[in-house]
T-cell receptor, first 111, second 114 residues
Framework: KNEVEQSPQNLTAQEGEFITINCSYS?????LHWLQQHPGGGIVSLFM???GKKKHGRLIATINIQEKHSSLHITASHPRDSAVYIC?????????????FGKGTKLSVKP | ETGVTQSPTHLIKTRGQQVTLRCSSQ?????VSWYQQALGQGPQFIFQ???????GRGNFPPRFSGLQFPNYSSELNVNALELDDSALYLC?????????????FGPGTRLTVL
């Protein structure tokens, strides 16, 4: 079993829909990252959080440390949101770069 | 402010050859991490360099080695290439001043081993 599990693996939505991507992890962590990867490979960091909730534009990330679970929400989805969304965690005692990644959720938003 | 850059963008090698991939950190960053991402998988941590010293390593064999230079740019070297080394190689830079600093990723180098 992977230490970081994401669901769903693939998600297709219509433009305007509210989207939720889930991430569960099995290790103690010091931080959790949500990343966006477009075709061609480049990765953009969306959020880094260790508790509570963060919001940036139409994106919201929440984390529940007790339940070892995080969610990424996209409100009013748009075709330009189509990408792979990756959850990654830094375990306790791990170096800053030693992130454990999920396999990603491939999101496709149709116009 | 310049972002993280990587070169080359694509590379094709044959089994047994050696390869060097390069990464330039974002301005002001002193830490570089390297990751390998196989097709359809999440990235896997290879190692991290901080002030020219290795500062953590993932589960990769010694034929994966690295360097960091005084200007904080970095190289990833892979010797005796194997077919399974075909992947996207990502580097990320950050400023190591506490546990919670964000990493900034480069666009990646896609390596194909034939």
């Amino acid at each position: 079993k992977n230490e970081v599990e994401q669901s769903p693996q693939n998600l297709t939505a219509q433009e305007g829909e509210f989207i939720t991507i889930n991430c569960s992890y099995s290790v103690g962590i010091s931080a959790l990252h949500w990343l966006q990867q477009h075709p061609g490979g480049g990765i953009v960091s969306l959020f880094m959080l260790s508790s509570g909730k963060k919001k940036h534009g139409r994106l919201i990330a929440t984390i529940n440390i007790q339940e070892k679970h995080s969610s990424l929400h996209i409100t009013a989805s748009h075709p330009r949101d189509s990408a792979v969304y990756i959850c990654a965690v830094r375990s306790y005692g791990g170096s800053q770069g030693n992130l454990i990644f999920g396999k990603g959720t491939k999101l496709s938003v149709k116009p | 402010e310049t972002g993280v850059t990587q070169s080359p963008t694509h590379l094709i090698k044959t089994r047994g050859q050696q390869v060097t991939l390069r990464c330039s950190s974002q301005s002001g960053h002193n830490t570089v991490s390297w990751y390998q991402q196989a097709l359809g998988q999440g990235p896997q941590f290879i190692f991290q360099y901080y002030r020219e010293e290795e500062n953590g390593r993932g589960n990769f064999p010694p034929r994966f080695s690295g360097l960091q230079f005084p200007n904080y740019s970095s190289e990833l070297n892979v010797n005796a290439l194997e077919l399974d080394d075909s992947a996207l190689y990502l580097c990320a830079s950050s400023f190591l001043a506490g546990a919670y600093n964000e990493q900034f990723f480069g666009p990646g180098t896609r390596l194909t081993v034939l």
